[in-house]
């Protein structure tokens, strides 16, 4: 999974931002890719998921969803990290595209996501934001956290707020 992961995020932006004015407006394009959270808790974790989604490229209504995440656990006891599996999903949801400033097209969505690995339960919602690559929207890349003023999401471990980060990364199938 990580040589796959890699790839996507070695080339979702090929091709630079894709020009608002030439976006493929009357179609629905499905992304397969990665999401990854990091929940800064006690323990520590940093969790990767495949994802796939669809963006209505006139709306930008989003469908999709992240299962299965996988990832390194810090754990205090032992002072090692631990490779956990997590039941549950993030849903991903709404959605906006637009023009940026300079011409290029902005996306966000929403997600919303509750994952367990039978030690620890974490939580994620909220907005992530980014952009559309290459000539014929490729590529996507949204990010969001809970840290500084710009913060648009909330996450959890076992019910106490914590700061985290999210992030997606996609290939047009």
């Known amino acids: 999974m990580r040589a796959e992961f890699d790839g996507v995020k070695d080339n979702y932006s090929n091709g630079g931002f894709t ?45 999709g969803m992240a299962s299965e995440f996988m990832g390194w656990v810090s754990n205090p006891e032992t002072g090692l990290e631990d490779l956990a599996r997590y039941e549950g999903d993030v849903v ?43 000539p014929a929207a490729d590529g996507v890349y949204v990010q969001g956290s809970d840290f500084g003023t710009n913060s648009n999401l909330d996450f959890t471990a076992d019910g106490q707020g914590v700061f985290g980060t999210a992030a997606l990364w996609g290939l047009k199938e």
């Not at 608002?20 to 940093?46: H, Q, R």
């Not at 996306?107 to 030690?119: H, K, V």
């Open 19 to 63: 020009p608002f004015a030439d976006l493929p407006a009357a179609t629905t394009v499905t992304y397969a890719g990665f999401m990854e959270l990091a929940f800064t808790s006690t323990p520590n974790a940093n969790i990767t998921s495949q994802s796939t989604m669809s963006v209505d490229m006139q709306t930008g209504a989003t469908t």
């Open 92 to 134: 991903m949801s709404g959605g906006n595209i637009f023009a940026g400033g300079s011409g290029q097209t902005q996306y966000n969505m929403q997600i919303n996501g509750a994952l367990d690995n039978g030690e620890q339960a974490f939580t994620v919602d909220g907005q992530l934001d980014g952009f559309i690559f290459g």
